[in-house]
Nanobody, 125 residues
Framework: QVQLVESGGGLVQAGGSLRLSCAASGRTFSTYYMGWFRQAPGEEREFVAAIRWNGGRTYYTDSVKGRFTISRDNAKNTMYLQMNSLKPEDTAVYYC??????????????????WGKGTQVTVSA
Protein backbone atom coordinates (compact mmCIF):
# COMPACT_ATOMS: atom_id res chain seq x y z
CA GLN A 1 0.00 0.00 0.00
CA VAL A 2 1.11 3.54 -0.79
CA GLN A 3 0.04 6.52 1.29
CA LEU A 4 -0.49 9.72 -0.69
CA VAL A 5 -0.92 13.30 0.47
CA GLU A 6 -1.72 16.14 -1.94
CA SER A 7 -0.97 19.82 -1.35
CA GLY A 8 -0.80 23.07 -3.28
CA GLY A 9 -4.40 23.66 -4.21
CA GLY A 10 -6.09 27.03 -3.83
CA LEU A 11 -7.96 29.86 -5.48
CA VAL A 12 -6.45 31.49 -8.56
CA GLN A 13 -7.68 33.78 -11.30
CA ALA A 14 -8.03 32.55 -14.86
CA GLY A 15 -4.66 32.61 -16.59
CA GLY A 16 -2.82 32.00 -13.35
CA SER A 17 -0.71 29.07 -12.19
CA LEU A 18 -0.61 26.55 -9.38
CA ARG A 19 1.74 23.71 -8.53
CA LEU A 20 0.32 20.62 -6.90
CA SER A 21 2.46 18.18 -4.96
CA CYS A 22 1.80 14.57 -4.02
CA ALA A 23 3.99 13.08 -1.30
CA ALA A 24 4.14 9.28 -1.32
CA SER A 25 5.16 6.89 1.44
CA GLY A 26 4.96 3.18 2.05
CA ARG A 27 5.49 0.67 -0.78
CA THR A 28 6.57 3.27 -3.31
CA PHE A 29 9.00 0.80 -4.87
CA SER A 30 5.96 -1.16 -6.13
CA THR A 31 4.58 1.79 -8.07
CA TYR A 32 4.35 1.61 -11.87
CA TYR A 33 2.32 4.70 -12.64
CA MET A 34 1.41 7.77 -10.65
CA GLY A 35 -1.51 9.81 -11.84
CA TRP A 36 -3.48 12.97 -11.32
CA PHE A 37 -7.25 12.89 -11.60
CA ARG A 38 -9.86 15.55 -10.95
CA GLN A 39 -13.52 15.61 -10.07
CA ALA A 40 -15.85 18.56 -10.38
CA PRO A 41 -19.20 18.66 -8.53
CA GLY A 42 -21.71 16.37 -10.19
CA GLU A 43 -19.12 14.97 -12.55
CA GLU A 44 -17.23 11.71 -12.74
CA ARG A 45 -13.59 11.54 -11.77
CA GLU A 46 -11.49 12.16 -14.88
CA PHE A 47 -7.91 11.51 -15.90
CA VAL A 48 -5.60 14.53 -16.06
CA ALA A 49 -2.04 13.23 -16.34
CA ALA A 50 0.14 10.26 -15.46
CA ILE A 51 3.82 9.44 -15.23
CA ARG A 52 5.70 6.20 -15.33
CA TRP A 53 7.47 6.11 -11.97
CA ASN A 54 10.59 4.49 -13.41
CA GLY A 55 11.52 6.02 -16.73
CA GLY A 56 9.36 9.10 -16.47
CA ARG A 57 7.19 8.72 -19.57
CA THR A 58 4.28 11.12 -19.31
CA TYR A 59 0.68 11.10 -20.51
CA TYR A 60 -1.93 13.89 -20.61
CA THR A 61 -5.56 14.31 -21.40
CA ASP A 62 -6.07 16.55 -24.43
CA SER A 63 -7.62 19.44 -22.52
CA VAL A 64 -4.46 20.08 -20.47
CA LYS A 65 -1.75 19.41 -23.05
CA GLY A 66 0.56 22.39 -23.35
CA ARG A 67 -0.71 23.88 -20.06
CA PHE A 68 0.02 21.23 -17.41
CA THR A 69 3.27 19.42 -16.73
CA ILE A 70 3.58 16.30 -14.60
CA SER A 71 6.92 15.40 -13.04
CA ARG A 72 8.35 13.40 -10.20
CA ASP A 73 11.32 13.39 -7.86
CA ASN A 74 12.05 9.76 -7.07
CA ALA A 75 14.52 10.67 -4.33
CA LYS A 76 11.81 12.63 -2.53
CA ASN A 77 9.00 10.21 -3.47
CA THR A 78 7.04 13.21 -4.64
CA MET A 79 5.04 13.90 -7.78
CA TYR A 80 4.12 17.33 -9.07
CA LEU A 81 1.59 18.90 -11.39
CA GLN A 82 2.52 22.33 -12.67
CA MET A 83 -0.65 23.98 -13.95
CA ASN A 84 -0.34 27.09 -16.10
CA SER A 85 -2.89 29.15 -18.04
CA LEU A 86 -5.62 27.89 -15.76
CA LYS A 87 -9.22 28.11 -16.88
CA PRO A 88 -12.46 28.13 -14.88
CA GLU A 89 -13.23 24.67 -16.28
CA ASP A 90 -10.13 23.36 -14.47
CA THR A 91 -11.95 23.91 -11.18
CA ALA A 92 -12.19 20.58 -9.34
CA VAL A 93 -10.82 18.51 -6.52
CA TYR A 94 -7.51 17.08 -7.71
CA TYR A 95 -6.44 13.63 -6.56
CA CYS A 96 -3.17 11.79 -6.92
CA UNK A 97 -3.12 8.03 -7.24
CA UNK A 98 -0.69 5.13 -7.44
CA UNK A 99 -0.99 2.14 -9.78
CA UNK A 100 0.82 -0.95 -8.52
CA UNK A 101 -0.03 -3.63 -11.08
CA UNK A 102 1.39 -2.33 -14.36
CA UNK A 103 -2.00 -2.69 -16.02
CA UNK A 104 -1.09 -0.14 -18.67
CA UNK A 105 -4.45 1.59 -18.14
CA UNK A 106 -2.90 4.75 -16.73
CA UNK A 107 -5.99 6.78 -17.79
CA UNK A 108 -8.55 4.68 -15.90
CA UNK A 109 -9.38 5.46 -12.27
CA UNK A 110 -10.27 1.81 -11.64
CA UNK A 111 -6.69 0.77 -12.48
CA UNK A 112 -5.29 2.70 -9.53
CA UNK A 113 -4.82 1.09 -6.15
CA UNK A 114 -4.20 3.91 -3.72
CA TRP A 115 -5.54 7.46 -3.60
CA GLY A 116 -4.93 10.66 -1.72
CA LYS A 117 -7.75 12.66 -0.15
CA GLY A 118 -7.59 15.43 -2.74
CA THR A 119 -6.88 19.14 -2.88
CA GLN A 120 -9.31 21.79 -4.12
CA VAL A 121 -8.40 23.93 -7.12
CA THR A 122 -10.70 26.84 -7.88
CA VAL A 123 -10.17 29.07 -10.91
CA SER A 124 -12.19 32.26 -11.00
CA ALA A 125 -13.17 33.95 -14.25
Amino acid sequence: QVQLVESGGGLVQAGGSLRLSCAASGRTFSTYYMGWFRQAPGEEREFVAAIRWNGGRTYYTDSVKGRFTISRDNAKNTMYLQMNSLKPEDTAVYYCAAELNNSGSYYAPVAYDDWGKGTQVTVSA
